[in-house]
């Protein structure tokens, strides 16, 4: 049985704690809020025992295996290095952490007390993203991913996060380092970061602030994001991050040498581009029902999956939690390399810089 | 004004504070203190929605009215709020759709108001608006008469309904520093509250989840309370002497039935096509959805059932009599006008479309 715990007892916690509840031999033996109260309200929901408003005190009484950290980031290093020190794994949520050095610093006392750590990008595991890691892994591109583009757009229509952030003018969104950007986009450069072949990278950056935030005094939050990322195997990739464009997508390209796909994750489709072609009109005629044939399967395949209750709407942090649990009991590898976590708090330090300096290029050896 | 036979706790040189005071009820509570003549009104704000109309309404008057825009998740934003306060009206309420979003909202930001509250000496009442969703229907037999000693839901999980999680909670903390500190409070918990500038059709008619209106109440009395009536009882209740410590449900008089308000809807507002389902195969149908959910781990979410159901679709009668008797308050306006000047509202609304 794995004694699971909580620190962080907002609307995040309610998610993590309502997947920790599916996976077989996991309980949750405690939670710690600063504020006690929200501790309070949910051990009282989820009928968990003990609840706390200091986490020195949890982790010395609970004494958990694994230690959700699902505070605002500002706390992430803090709180992880005290867990990792008091013996606990520890399921950070996203971003990691506030920057690179504190990225590497958890890793390197993950590391040394043989404790494992992991981040909660957990839209890399939802159904579309495993069926396009299986292919890519299957050799489907014909070779390593020439480009890839991924688009990550945000709702200021979504009230349940653009309410709360434009309704408070302390909100701690705003006070991350980079912003409303940090709290999103590692989602976008996770994606691209798990198919870049090497970790020396160029990376070119430019944000700015949306006419419609402007218009509504909001000047000091840049909503606007496009990156382009270039390592030294010549693998690019373009990264959009927009609340204007609509509709609000979320999509992930790989392009290889042979083949490419197109994964939609509002849709949770996965297309596929194969170098197929057809002789004269037939080139025009026969392609676009074999792209029909492939949406109608990709709707039977997720029709499918939810008759078989695969399909909840947090399928990704489901699957990352479990996967996180057997590479602690089994000694699986981790679900997200410290590679990848760590190329990706470095892509992000240098788009956030790019964007506040104005500088159109930073290298990230 | 029905409170001539009513002793008041306050004069109305006392300085009084409205939380959540550019909201659709702040608002109107704010304009009713100016018609009852307060001369000091602190007006908390979270944004600054509303606020110009707010503004002008001020400046119209001859009262000294003081904007203050926090959050009542800051203690010291609270402490601010509240220093040399005479009367609170704590309306300020979440919207969020999740239980820790509506528990940080209500709970917590009352906890802070009422930390804040038991400190300043001049505090003669605190009035905390909660909502008639805090009784359970589910522990109550159809025809029943929900008055202020009818359950309050206690599985909250099951009832699923984050809304009201946070105010029972908010009521629980009301109470409790009323008890342990000796805080002198008021509790009203209104129906539906409906007039211009609320947009949506309420919930209790029916549900319009799946693309069709599916019609639910039927002939059940809907337990609505116009915005001017509403605001008059919670400022009574804010008032009135020798009310501490009570709660008050606060619906109107002549309360239309499901059936009829939708009809006038349609007539007044826009046809739109609906389906009637009776209320015990909405309540099987829900019984179903929560087996579901629970079968498939929550992949449906069990957003529909039978608490929900008994609590908003059951049909019961509702008792405003502790009110009226205790506060002397009686509805401003009756239905006929009171729906008249909603319908315009959402027909303006239809026709800006």
């Known amino acids: 049985m794995i004694r699971v715990g909580i620190i962080g007892c907002g609307k995040v916690a309610d998610k993590h ?28 929901r989820l009928r968990v025992r003990l609840h706390f408003g200091d986490s020195q005190n949890f982790l010395a009484t609970c004494r958990p295996d694994v230690v959700h950290i699902t505070t605002p980031p500002q706390s992430h290093y803090v709180l992880a ?83 709360a952030l434009l309704g408070d003018k302390n909100h701690w969104v705003r006070r991350l380092p980079g912003g409303l950007l940090q709290n999103i986009i590692s989602h976008g450069i996770g994606k ?27 000047t000091g939050i840049v909503d606007e ?79 499918k999956r939810f008759m078989r ?57 | 004004m029905g409170t001539l036979k009513y002793n008041w706790i306050v004069d109305k040189s006392d300085l009084v504070l409205i939380t959540g005071a550019n909201g659709f009820v702040g608002s109107k509570v704010f304009e009713i203190l100016l018609e009852y003549g307060f001369m000091r009104i602190r007006c908390f704000v979270r944004s600054s929605r509303n606020l110009a109309e707010l503004r002008r309404i001020a400046e119209a008057s001859e009262a000294e009215v003081e904007f203050y825009q926090g959050n009542l998740l800051s203690r010291d934003d609270c402490r601010r709020a509240v220093k040399s306060v005479s009367l609170i009206f704590h309306l300020a309420a979440g919207t969020s759709k999740s239980f820790a979003g509506c528990f940080m909202d209500s709970a917590l930001a009352t906890r802070n108001l009422l930390a804040a509250a038991q400190e300043e000496t001049h505090l003669k009442r605190f009035l905390s608006v909660s909502s008639l969703a805090v009784h359970s229907g589910f522990q109550m037999r159809p ?10 839901e206690t599985n909250h999980m099951a009832r699923f309904d984050p809304y009201s999680y946070g105010k029972i909670k908010q009521d629980e903390l009301v109470v409790k520093y009323g008890k342990d500190h000796g805080l002198p409070y ?10 211009p500038g609320k947009r949506a059709l309420n919930g209790r008619v029916g549900i319009d989840s799946f693309g069709i209106f599916l019609h639910i109440g039927g002939s059940n009395r809907l ?84 608490r929900q159901c008994a609590t908003y679709y059951q049909k019961q009668t509702y008792s405003n009599k502790k009110l009226k008797d205790r506060t002397g308050w009686v509805p401003r306006v009756p239905f006929e006008e009171a729906s008249r000047q909603y319908f315009e509202f959402m027909r303006s609304g239809e026709e800006r479309k």
């Open chain 1, 17 to 44: 704690a309502s997947q920790i509840l599916r996976v077989p031999d996991s309980e949750i033996v405690g939670v710690c809020d600063q504020e006690e109260l929200m501790a309070a309200q949910l051990a009282e």
């Open chain 1, 81 to 163: 290095k005290q867990c990792l020190e008091a013996g606990c794994h520890v399921y950070v949520e996203k971003p990691f952490t506030l920057n690179s050095e504190e990225a590497v610093e958890l890793i390197g006392i993950a590391n040394a007390s043989g404790r494992k750590i992991t981040v909660g990008n957990e839209t890399q595991f939802m159904p579309v993203a495993r069926d396009m890691r299986r292919l890519v892994q299957s050799g489907y591109l014909g070779g390593a991913p020439v480009h890839m583009e991924s688009v990550y757009c945000y709702e200021f229509t979504d009230e349940r996060y653009a309410k």
């Open chain 1, 192 to 218: 691209i970061v798990e198919y870049l072949p090497d970790e020396q990278v160029s990376v070119f950056a430019t944000g700015f602030t949306s006419r419609f935030l402007e218009s509504i005094g909001e």
């Open chain 1, 225 to 303: 994001l496009r990156v382009i990322i270039h390592d030294s195997q010549d693998t690019t990739a373009y990264f959009s991050f927009s609340s204007q464009i609509g509709p609000a997508l979320h999509q992930f390209r790989v392009y290889g040498p042979k083949n490419s796909l197109i994964a939609d994750y509002d849709h949770q489709t996965l297309i596929v581009m194969p170098q197929k072609r057809y002789k004269s009109y037939m080139n025009q005629f026969i392609p676009p029902f074999s792209d029909a044939r492939q949406h109608f399967a990709n709707g039977c395949r997720n029709i």
């Open chain 1, 309 to 365: 209750r695969e399909f909840h709407a947090e399928s990704g942090l489901y699957f990352l939690i479990k996967a996180f649990y057997s590479c602690l009991i089994e000694n699986r590898p981790l679900p997200i390399s410290y590679r990848d976590i760590l190329l990706t708090s470095r892509i992000m330090d240098s788009i956030f810089t790019q964007v506040k300096c104005g500088n159109w290029e930073t290298r990230v050896q």
């Open chain 2, 143 to 152: 025809g029943d008469v929900l008055d202020e000693t009818s359950p309050i």
């Open chain 2, 186 to 195: 008021v509790i009203v918990r209104p129906g539906p509250i409906y007039g």
């Open chain 2, 223 to 306: 337990p609505l309370i116009f915005i001017d009536n509403c605001a008059e009882a919670i400022v009574l209740a804010g008032i009135i002497e020798g009310i501490d410590g009570e709660v008050f449900i606060t619906v109107d008089d002549d309360l239309p039935t499901s059936r009829q308000f939708l009809r006038l809807y349609k007539k007044n507002v826009r046809r739109f096509f609906s389906i009637r389902v009776p209320y015990r195969t909405f309540y099987y149908l829900n019984r179903i959805w929560e087996k579901y959910s629970k079968w498939s781990e929550g992949q449906l979410p069990p957003v529909f059932n039978r």
